[in-house]
């Protein structure tokens, strides 16, 4: 499984941006596709997950500002973040689970995301 993270940029406090992942290669189904994302000196963090189903979940911390959304027929997860602020600076990281059943997590290479104040 390939994943191509694409749409960072810069933007300033309180605007907005998307991000875009599809999965590519050999598979069928994928069942869960994240977001992760990880700021220069800092860990990795959960950011936002959907289910096959749409089911989504988020961190306390982008909770209703961000929409985590997939185009299952494009195996693409999408990621809409609003009211940016400066913390949310970070490489943005996608990572789907589940794939065909099996128990490996695969992750894109990420794309950066940077908001000035």
């Known amino acids: 499984v390939q994943l191509q993270a694409s749409g960072g940029g810069s933007v300033q406090t309180g605007g907005s941006l998307r991000v875009a992942c599809a999965a590519s290669?050999?598979?069928?189904?994928?069942?869960?596709m994240a977001w992760h994302r990880q700021a220069p000196g800092k860990q990795r963090e959960f950011v936002a997950v959907?289910?096959?189903?749409?089911?989504?979940y988020y961190s306390d911390s982008v909770k209703g500002r961000f929409t985590i959304s997939r185009d299952t027929a494009k195996d693409t997860v999408y990621l809409q973040m609003n009211s940016l602020k400066p913390e949310d600076t970070a490489v943005y990281l996608c990572?789907?689970?589940?794939?065909?059943?099996?128990?490996?997590?695969?992750w894109g290479q990420g794309t950066q995301v940077t908001v000035s104040s």
């Open positions: 959907i289910s096959r189903g749409g089911t989504a």
């Open positions: 990572k789907v689970s589940g794939v065909d059943g099996g128990r490996t997590d695969y």
């Open positions: 290669g050999s598979f069928t189904i994928i069942n869960n």
